[in-house]
């Protein structure tokens, strides 16, 4: 069976058949099935089928799974589900080091669950290059002038409170 009859399976209507589909790809630990995935969690019912997705997710191991994630986040149909994305590359423990401005950027222009979901990003992953921290904390800096809401404002400071850290400052 090749994959893309099955990536087609997970986009089904029927969460019964979108469940057997997940129990193939979950055997088979292919990278090409993320945003796959990613596609059936915003089209499942069911709670059922949203916890076997995200938890199959939230393990991904395989090769090329954080360029698929990557992708899956600049994807407009995939945007109720970024969250989920970047919930993936900590839960997976997923090496972020050379991609802090992407996240910065989902920091800033993203939700405030979504900034959080960065902040935590920042927090499990044991390096960051001090050139990329520092002109991150300057992005940061420069947004949390401009940000209206007070929630996302505090939620940016603390992005740049926790670089500022790994910098020892």
Known sequence: MSMD??????LSNDDAQVLAAIEMVDQRGDAMAIIPLLHALVNAKEV???QRITTLLFAVKAKGAKEQLLEALDIPELLSVRQTALSCFWNAGIDMRDHLDVIIGLAIS???AESFECFTILQEQSVWPDKAARTSIVRLRNAMTNQGDTLKASMLG?????????LGK
């Open 5 to 10: 009859p099955l990536f087609a399976q997970l």
């Open 48 to 50: 059922a089928t949203q």
């Open 110 to 112: 993203g939700s405030v």
């Open 158 to 166: 603390d992005l740049v409170t926790e670089l500022e850290r790994r």
